[in-house]
Each structure stands twice: as structure tokens, then as C-alpha cells.
């Protein structure tokens, strides 16, 4: 009936337009409104107004329609307007003089209609950010007058046809994000007016087409990085004289750095990485004095890095992982604008007391694993004041290390480990607040721990194993509440463990062995329920190990070597723990295969009647058993009968996590969801299906059942992986992350089991009605920003392995009862990926990820934590707005300090208007949260702020300034 009232008055309105309004306008008009009536959602998009706006005059005045001074239809602009649909009922052919058609960021579905080729007229054409399918339509060629083409993150296949190449007005071609395959087309050669070529992220294949190398009059960006390409780089590039960027990374490209590279004196950004380059640099590196980021890493590259290279304003430079000997170049002395440099993981040698210099912007430095020796020397670290990393891990690093290193306020990560450092630990390292990771590992230092290292509280990991470091633990280690390593091993520590180390609540890993301490086991380190590894080996401990350790999540133990003893406790891991885990400890006893049972000395009567006993067992049991094994095998052979299948996976009891002591089978979920029953579905997502299901506890719960592959070719190991990581999950405990229960994985069906939150998703919540929304209020939508960052904090810096959720959206927040936000399907994307190790994939939900993907692989090497505080920043903006702030996020991305502080003064604009206005507490709050959502969505995202500084911003409010960084 809704179809044909709408059929209808489009019918109607058409009759009334061609009565008083010019054909061609006319045209226009009743074929724009047949397309509109032709989408699924259109009372929820801006196009809704059409009919009413057409009752009135001439399609001019419809919402995203420019016209001409002639009453020509000539730019339709509905980005983000909630369209979703298809285009093949789209008026191609009634929008001659269309210039600018802009459709990005919507849910288009299906392919491009091969009509496209009537707009001859069209200077700009954008569909990017749907989810359309299907091959580029050769006629495409025929827009002749086109001068920008975006098809940007939709789902196109086959190949980039060879009419590409007759677009001979184009200046901007940008396909990124797609699933492109094929040869890039020699065609492109033509372009001459092509000035940025964006091609990265698809499954493009075959050598580079030397052909692109004639566009060297106008091309300034080229990114065809992240496909399949392979051969060598062609030496005509050396003629794109204009170019500034240029990023082939992570292709399977091969052979020498062609000399002609050195002719590119405009380059600016280089980034070679991740292929299969052999030979040396060129010499001819040398005259790129405009370079200010080289990525040379992951390659097979030799030799030395030739002299007076990178002698301009090089800043950021990455050639680790290759094979490259030799000194440093002398010029590096005077490389005063390094901000970020990699060398690790070569065979450099030299002196770093001498070979280096002052840099004043330096903030990361690796050197790690190489040959270089010398000195720590203090007066060149200490005079780069901005300096976060040092790595000089794996070298022949001799001397002390200096005091003045501790003069550093924002170093984050000290790595001096497997040198041959000796002396103390200096006491000015308890100045490094801001430290995160100390390691000194694998040296000669000697003497006692100093207390002062107390001061250190943001310190994560503290490594300091296999060193000369004497006298006891100290005590004030347990005031690092934020540590989650600890490693004292092989050291000369006596005396006892100090009970304070059961404060330390994150410790995942706790690693004493290889020392000389005494006395019992602390029962306090029963609280450390984070705990994952614990190693007291090749010590000298006595008494009984506390049974407390049974409620602990214990993935590996090491008590070997000891004297402890009494029962184990009865926990899984102490029961099927290994010899070479549990030996040396000869009073030890319980339930395990490797110890003795912990039984009573018999003696007199009772040893008489045990005898007894003993002969009454050893008759009656195993006549018993041989009873009982001819009854099961014809039970098994009668249900087997009629069953031939079996059906022992319905009984699969779900795997739960520590704390949740409701038993739960197969069949119960099966049986509340009615088979997974589509009346049981709250949701649908990309990895799986959720259902609400009653337990028969009266347990309320969420089930996901996943979307999981079909190839029967997975091996065992993948599976047990899977499981492995699953049940890591199960192990994540924060108020504001929506608990996951157990999971279960058979050959049926493979499920999570979640807690089930009463509200739905933050995305729901705000396209309610004005009613809903309103119940919403400021404080509520503060406090749920404050939640989600709290969440992705804990998921990034206090798990046992940092996790990076992958898919932040609103979608993905839930509310409770009482609206508090509990962040969902954290690890989800990683586990049901196909290779999980390659965390280059694409990932995420569009709208919610940075669009300069390029970039951020250029800066990152790997999807990290940083795209989470991307999305983080679009999902807190759109919980001010109430609805996805689109164009917003771009213009935010990237604004200069001054226009992310303009956004603020024009906080109004941005409110949900829906409720009312913030009263002056509040106001000061969202302005912060705003500041904040700016420095998150960075485009560079080496300059976003790490989740748990967003909380300290977002707890005691951002006044100060915060200097934007830029590429």
C-alpha cells in the first residue's frame, strides 16, 4: 500500500511539473524524484523534502541541487545523506549539463551503471564510501571533460579498464580501497594532466607500467602501495620531476633502487618499505635534499648508507631490517631536524659517542641489534630535550649508565639492554616520570635496586634480568601499580619476596627465578589476579605454596628447584604442570601426575585395615569396570545405531570464563534461541549475528554467533589458536567492556557467550525520537565518552597483550541500564580474520576510520592502537551532535590548531539540538571533549595522544594548548 501512495504522488507531482515547469527542468526533476522513490530508507534521508520541494517549482530547490543561471541542473552534492540504494535508476540521461555529481559516504550498493558515460559534461565525480560492487564500466572513458575521479573505499573488482586512459582532462584519480585485481593499465601514461594517483589497498598485480613515468608535467602524489605489484621500480620515474610523494610499500617489488631516483629533487616523501629490494642505496640519494621522510625498511638492501646522504631536512628515516654494514654516514651529525629514526635490526657498526649528534627534535631512536659500540654518552642524550624512545638494545655498549639520562621529563621507553653496561643503577632514573618501559637486561650492573624507583608510577614493564643486582626486592616495587612485567631473574637477590608485590594488580608476568630468596611464598601474591606467568624457579623457598594461586588465571608455572612443599594447589596449572616445572621440590604432594598423592603414614590397625581396603579395590573395581565397559559399549553401539552421525558436540559444554559460575552447555543455547531462531536476533553485524538468549538459570545473555569460514582445509593448529585467544579474552575485566562469558566452537556452530545489556548500542539510543534522545542528557553522553575511553585504555595499556579493538563505532558501544557505556566485540576482528598476523588489513567501519589510510601505514607500519583514538575521536562527536558528524571529522582532521579551537567557539553548531543548552559546567565540559576529539583525529597519527593520556585529559579537563602536529 506505502509503495503505491508513493508510486502515486510521484506520478501526480510529475503531472504538475510537466504543466508549468520547462521540459528539460521537468525531465530532471520527475527522473530525480523516480530515483529517490526507488531507496529503501528515504523518510530517514535528506532527500526526503524532494516531493514537497518539487509541489513548488523546479528541481533548483531541491536539497544538494545547484542550478545554472538557465535553470540547468549542474551539481547534485548529497554526501552523507543516508541514501540506500542502487543507481540504476538513476537519470543519466536527463542531467546533460551536470558538472559535479558527489554521492560519497552513503550505503550505495550494486555497480555503476554503464550510463555513467552519458554525463559528458561532468568535472567531479565522488561515490566513495559506499559499498558498491562490481567492475569500473568502460564508458567511464568517455567523460572526457572529467577533471577529479573518487571511488574511493566501496567494494569494485576486476580490473581498472584500459579507457581509464582517455580522461585526458583528470587531475585527481583516487580508487583506493577496493578490491581492484589486474595490471595497472599502461594507459594511465596518457594523463598528462594527472597530477595525484591514488591506488594503494587493492589486489592490483603484475610490474608497474613504465608508461606512468610520462606524466612527469604535472604528477605530484603517487600512491600505488599495499597491492600484489612486483618486478622492479621502472627507471622512468626518474622523469616525475614534480613528484613530492611517492609510497610503493608493501608490494612484492624486487631488484636494485634505480639510480634515476636521485632526479626527483621535489620528493618529499619516499617510503619503499616492505618489498623485496636488494642491492645498495644509490649514491645519487644524495641530491634528494628535500626528503623529509625515507622508508626504506623491510627490504633485503646492503652495504653502507652512502656518505652525505640525507644532509637536508630529513625527519623521519627507517632502514630497519635489512642488511646494512658500515658506519653511519658522517652527515648524521648534522641531521639536527631528526624527529624519528630506525636502524635496528642491520649489522652498523661504529662508535655512538662519536657517530651521532644533537638533536634537538629527535623523539624516537632505535639502534638496536647492531655492532655499534662506545658510551651512553650524556651530554649529546641528554641535549635532545624531546626525546620519548631510546633503544640501544643488542650492541657492544660499554661504560655506566650516565645520571643525566634521568634529565629527560618526557622519555617514555629506556631500552640499554644486552649490552655491557656496568656500575649501579644510577638514582636520577627515578626522575623519568614519564617513563613507561624500562629495560636493562642482559648487562653487568651490579648493587642493590634503587628505592627511589618508586616515583616511576606510569612504568608498565620493568626488565632487569640477568644483571649482578644484589641485596633484597625492594619493598617499594609494589607501589608500581601499573606494571605488568616483571622480570628479576638471574640476578644475586636474597632475603624474602616482599608481600607489598601483591599490590601490583595488572602484573601479568612476574619472573623471580635464577636468584638466592628465601623463606615462604607471600600469600599476597594470590592477589594478583592478573597474573598469567609466574616463574619462582632455582631459588631457595621453603614451605607450602598458598592454595590462593588456585584462583588465579594462570597460563604457565615454574616452582622448580626449590624446597617447597605440602599439596599444590588445585588449580589446572599447578595439576598439569610438567616435571621440569614442579622438580627439585621434594616435600611437594597433591593431584598431579608428577608428584606424590599427599597421603598419611600408615601404621599399626590402620595399616591392617588400608590392606584390607586395598584388596577389596583391586578385586572389586576392575570386575566392576569390565561390567560396566560391555554395558557402555552396547549403549554406544545401540545409540550410534540410530544415530549414526552422533551428536556429542550438543553436549559441549561452553568454555566460561574465571568468575561466571553458571554452568552452560551447547544445548542450552541452542534450546534458548530456538535453533538461532531469526525471532531471537538484537543485531547483525560484520562478524556475526547476535541473539538474546534465556538461560535456564534465568541468566539473561547475549550470543554472537559467528560468522566463521567454510574451508574445511583449516588446520588444527589455526583452530587451537583460535581458541587459545578466544579464551584470553574471557579473561578481560573492565566496568566499562562488556563482559564475555565462555565461548564455544564446534563443527556446527561457533558462538560468544556475552553479558546482555538492557539499553542496545549508543547508535540506537541516538536515532531514537526526540523523547529518547532527550533521555540522554549532557552528563549522560559526558560520562559515556569518559567510558569508552576508559574502555580502549584498558584494552591498549593494562592487558597482558595490548589489544587493538579494530572497530570502534557506535555500534559498537553499549549502554546498561543506567547508561553507563561498555565498549563490545573488542578482538572479535583479529580472531576471525584469515591472517591474523597481517594487521595491514583493511578494518573498521567506514566514517569511523582515518580515510589517509596511506598515511597512516606511512607513519605506522601496521594497524596500532592509534586508529582506535581515530575512531574514539569520531564516536565522541557523535555523541555531541547525536547523529555521525561526517564532514566534520575531515575538516577536524585536518585543521590547524587554531580552526580545531574555532570549532569550539562555535559549539552550538555542533550540539545536539534535541536538548537543551549545556549549562555552564557542562559547556566547559563538551568544548574539552571537542579539543580532544580534534587532537584524536590527527591525520598523522603518530601526533594522536595515546587512550590513557585522552583520560587524564578528559578527567581533569584539556586547558592547555597542544601543538597539532603536521605531516
Not at 115 to 125: K, S, T
Not at 164 to 188: K, M, Q, V
Not at 277 to 297: A, C, F, K, Q, W
Not at 478 to 488: C, H, I, V, Y
Amino acid at each position: 500500500m506505502a509503495e503505491w501512495q508513493s508510486s502515486a504522488a510521484v506520478s501526480l507531482l510529475l503531472l504538475l511539473l510537466s504543466a508549468f515547469i520547462p521540459p528539460a527542468a521537468s525531465e530532471a526533476a520527475g527522473g530525480l524524484l523516480r530515483w529517490a522513490s526507488t531507496l529503501h530508507n528515504l523518510p530517514q534521508s535528506n532527500i526526503s523534502t524532494w516531493p514537497r520541494a518539487a509541489a513548488n517549482g523546479s528541481p533548483c530547490n531541491f536539497v544538494g541541487v545547484s542550478c545554472s543561471a538557465a535553470g540547468d541542473v549542474v551539481r547534485l552534492n548529497l554526501t552523507n545523506s543516508g541514501l540506500n540504494g542502487t543507481l540504476q535508476a538513476f537519470p543519466f540521461s536527463s542531467l546533460p549539463n551536470l558538472t559535479h555529481l558527489e554521492l560519497s559516504v552513503n550505503l550505495l550498493t550494486g555497480s555503476i551503471p554503464p550510463e555513467i558515460g552519458l554525463l559528458a559534461n561532468l568535472v567531479d565525480l565522488d561515490f566513495s564510501l559506499n559499498q558498491l560492487s562490481g567492475r569500473i564500466p568502460p564508458e567511464i572513458g568517455r567523460l572526457a571533460n572529467l577533471q577529479v575521479l573518487h571511488i574511493v573505499e566501496n567494494r569494485l573488482t576486476g580490473a581498472i579498464p584500459d579507457e581509464i586512459g582517455r580522461l585526458e582532462s583528470i587531475t585527481e584519480l583516487a580508487l583506493y580501497e577496493n578490491r581492484l585485481t589486474g595490471p595497472i593499465p599502461s594507459s594511465i601514461g596518457n594523463l598528462t594532466k594527472l597530477a595525484r594517483l591514488y591506488l594503494y589497498s587493492n589486489e592490483l598485480s603484475g610490474p608497474i607500467p613504465p608508461e606512468i613515468g610520462h606524466l612527469s608535467t604535472a604528477l605530484t602524489e603517487l600512491f600505488i602501495d599495499t597491492n600484489q605489484l612486483s618486478g622492479p621500480i621502472p627507471a622512468s620515474f626518474g622523469n616525475l620531476t614534480k613528484l613530492t610523494t611517492f609510497f610503493i610499500f608493501d608490494n612484492n617489488l624486487s631488484g636494485a633502487i634505480p639510480d634515476e631516483i636521485g632526479n626527483l629533487e621535489s620528493l618529499q616523501y619516499l617510503s619503499l618499505h616492505t618489498n623485496n629490494l636488494s642491492g645498495s642505496i644509490p649514491p645519487s640519494l644524495t641530491r634528494l635534499n628535500s626528503l623529509i621522510l625515507l622508508h626504506l625498511y623491510s627490504n633485503r638492501l646492503s652495504g653502507p648508507i652512502p656518505p652525505d646522504t640525507l644532509c637536508g631536512g630529513i625527519q623521519n628515516l627507517t632502514v630497519h631490517s635489512n642488511n646494512f654494514s658500515g658506519s653511519v654516514p658522517t652527515s648524521f651529525k648534522n641531521c639536527t631536524t631528526f624527529i624519528r629514526v630506525r636502524l635496528e635490526d642491520n649489522q652498523f657498526t661504529g662508535n655512538i659517542s662519536e657517530d651521532f649528534g644533537i638533536y634537538p627534535n629527535l623523539q624516537y631512536l632505535d639502534l638496536s641489534r647492531n655492532n655499534f659500540h662506545g658510551e651512553v654518552s650524556p651530554s649529546k642524550w641528554v641535549s635532545c630535550p624531546n626525546l620519548a624512545t631510546l633503544r640501544i638494545s643488542g650492541n657492544r655498549v660499554t661504560g655506566e649508565i650516565p645520571g643525566p639520562i634521568g634529565n629527560h621529563p618526557k622519555l617514555q621507553a629506556l631500552d640499554l639492554s644486552s649490552n655491557q653496561l656496568v656500575g649501579q643503577i644510577p638514582l636520577e632514573l627515578a626522575n623519568l616520570t614519564s617513563l613507561v618501559k624500562l629495560q636493562l637486561s642482559g648487562n653487568q650492573l651490579s648493587g642493590p635496586i634503587p628505592l627511589e624507583i618508586r616515583s616511576l608510577t606510569k612504568l608498565d614493564s620493568l626488565q632487569l634480568a640477568s644483571n649482578r643486582l644484589n641485596e633484597s626486592i625492594p619493598g617499594s616495587l609494589g607501589e608500581l601499580t601499573q606494571l605488568n612485567d616483571l622480570n628479576l631473574s638471574n640476578n644475586q637477590f636474597g632475603d624474602r619476596i616482599p608481600e607489598q608485590l601483591g599490590r601490583l594488580v595488572h602484573l601479568s608476568t612476574l619472573d623471580l627465578s635464577r636468584n638466592s630468596l628465601t623463606g615462604a611464598i607471600p600469600s599476597q601474591l594470590t592477589s594478583l589476579s592478573s597474573l598469567e606467568f609466574l616463574n619462582l624457579s632455582r631459588n631457595s623457598l621453603s614451605g607450602s605454596i598458598p592454595n590462593g594461586f588456585a584462583q588465579i588465571p594462570l597460563h604457565t608455572v615454574d616452582i622448580s628447584h626449590n624446597r617447597l612443599q605440602g599439596p599444590l594447589p588445585t588449580s589446572p596449572e599447578f595439576r598439569n604442570a610438567s616435571m621440569e616445572e614442579l622438580e627439585g621440590n621434594d616435600g611437594l604432594c597433591g593431584g598431579s601426575n608428577v608428584v606424590q598423592p599427599c597421603n598419611a603414614t600408615d601404621n599399626g590397625p590402620t595399616k591392617n585395615r588400608n590392606l584390607r581396603r586395598f584388596l577389596f579395590l583391586v578385586i572389586f573395581f576392575p570386575v566392576l569396570g569390565v561390567v560396566l565397559l560391555l554395558v557402555l559399549s552396547w549403549a554406544m553401539f545401540f545409540l550410534y545405531s540410530r544415530n549414526p552421525r552422533g551428536q556429542q558436540d550438543h553436549e559441549q559444554q561452553v568454555l566460561l570464563a574465571p568468575g561466571f559460575d553458571t554452568k552452560i552447555m551447547y544445548s542450552d543455547i541452542v534450546t534458548a534461541t530456538d535453533r538461532f531462531d531469526p525471532a531471537h536476533c538484537i543485531g547483525r553485524g560484520g562478524y556475526g549475528t547476535v541473539y538474546r538468549a534465556t538461560l535456564p538459570s534465568g541468566i539473561i545473555v547475549a550470543v554472537k554467533k559467528l560468522n566463521c569460514s567454510d574451508d574445511s582445509s583449516e588446520d588444527d593448529e589455526s583452530h587451537k589458536e583460535f581458541l587459545r585467544e578466544v579464551e584470553a579474552l574471557t579473561e578481560i575485566r573492565h566496568r566499562n567492556i562488556v563482559k564475555l562469558y565462555g565461548f564455544c566452537s564446534q563443527s556446527n556452530h561457533s558462538f560468544l557467550v556475552y553479558e546482555y545489556l538492557d539499553r542496545g548500542s549508543l547508535a540506537s539510543v541516538l536515532s531514537q525520537d526526540n523523547s529518547g534522545a532527550r533521555e540522554l542528557d549532557w552528563g549522560k553522553r559526558l560520562n559515556i565518552v569518559r567510558g569508552v575511553a576508559h574502555a580502549l585504555s584498558y584494552l591498549h595499556h593494562d592487558c597482558a597483550i595490548p589489544i587493538v579493538h579494530r572497530d570502534v563505532t557506535s555500534n559498537n558501544v553499549l549502554l546498561d541500564r543506567d547508561y553507563e557505556a561498555k565498549v563490545a566485540d573488542f578482538g572479535t576482528a583479529k580472531l576471525l580474520s584469515s591472517d591474523s598476523s597481517n594487521w595491514t588489513t583493511q578494518a573498521g567501519t567506514r566514517g569511523y576510520i582515518a580515510p589517509v589510510y596511506a598515511t597512516e601505514l606511512a607513519y605506522t607500519m601496521r594497524v596500532t592502537e592509534k586508529c582506535d583514538v581515530y575512531s574514539f575521536g569520531v564516536v565522541a562527536l557523535e555523541v555531541i551532535r547525536g547523529s555521525h558528524p561526517g564532514e566534520l571529522v575531515l575538516s577536524l582532521a585536518s585543521s590547524t590548531e587554531e580552526e580545531a579551537a574555532a570549532a569550539v567557539v562555535s559549539l552550538d553548531d555542533l550540539l545536539d539540538r534535541r536538548l537543551a543548552r549545556p549549562v555552564p559546567g557542562f559547556r566547559q565540559e563538551l568544548e574539552n571533549v571537542v579539543r580532544i576529539a580534534a587532537l584524536c583525529l590527527n591525520v598523522d597519527p603518530q601526533f594522536r595522544p595515546e587512550m590513557r593520556l585522552v583520560c587524564e585529559m578528559l578527567s581533569k579537563g584539556h586547558k592547555r594548548k597542544v601543538t597539532r602536529g603536521r605531516q
